[in-house]
């Protein structure tokens, strides 16, 4: 495997369920972040992970819980979910998370929540 | 708000000729910015990184800066068809203490017709 993978790459999960999305990077960075994307909106920066380490939390509702165990592996709980959640889950990486990072993003999960 | 700015679009163009897309972004301290191809139902691609002002050539694509303005562009030459996308503008900010995050514009549809 190379880049940013994700799985799974799409889920379609009731509002009582549990799940959990899965990024793995492979570039050896230290730097990971989820994103959502919704129609016709900008990305939005969720959560940002330094060395494992939470650095930006953006105002992210709890019903959605990140988790960073290395810098290689990235997950995001959910639970409880409301259908405006749904939307294109992307993961990305870079080197840093400082003024010059390069951000790489896997191929997204696509999630409908009915 | 940080914010970063994009014309939605779509601009269409002919196929051979030269496409324009323009980005402007609100914060004088920003350092470096990134265009991001993004094909429907994909995920985000880095197609360019520019950090000094001026112009960055990269095969096709030309990636123009001027940080006194607060604008970042790129060109794209010989335009083919297979280029036709949303392109992402993405600017790093500065998001409090030596944190920075990358925001995104709505991204600019491109159509280049045959």
């Known amino acids: 495997e190379t880049g940013v993978t994700q799985t799974p790459r799409h889920l379609v999960m009731g509002m009582t369920n549990k799940k959990s999305l899965k990024c793995e990077q492979h570039l050896g960075h230290n730097a990971m972040y989820w994103y959502k994307q919704s129609a016709k909106k900008p990305l939005e920066l969720m959560f940002v992970y330094n060395f494992k380490e939470q650095t930006e939390n953006n105002s992210v509702p709890s019903r959605f819980s990140p988790e960073c165990p290395n810098s290689s592996h990235l997950f995001l709980h959910l639970h409880t979910l409301q259908p405006e959640d749904s939307a294109l889950y992307l993961c990305a990486s870079s080197l840093t998370s400082g003024a010059d990072q390069t951000q790489y993003f896997g191929p997204g999960t696509r999630l409908l929540v009915l | 708000q940080k914010e970063v700015e994009q014309n939605s679009g779509p601009l269409s163009v002919p196929e051979g000729a030269i496409a324009s897309l323009n980005c402007t972004y609100s914060d004088r301290g920003s350092q470096s910015f990134f265009w991001y191809r993004q094909y429907s139902g994909k995920s985000p691609e880095l197609i360019m990184f520019i950090y000094s002002n001026g112009d960055k050539e990269d095969g096709r694509f030309t990636a123009q800066l001027n940080k006194a303005s607060q604008y970042v562009s790129l060109l794209i030459r010989d335009s083919q068809p297979s280029d036709s996308a949303t392109y992402l503008c993405?600017?790093?900010?500065?998001?409090?203490?030596?944190?920075?995050?990358?925001?995104f514009g709505k991204g600019t549809l491109l159509t280049v017709n045959p």
């Open positions: 993405a600017v790093n900010m500065k998001s409090g203490g030596s944190n920075y995050k990358l925001t």
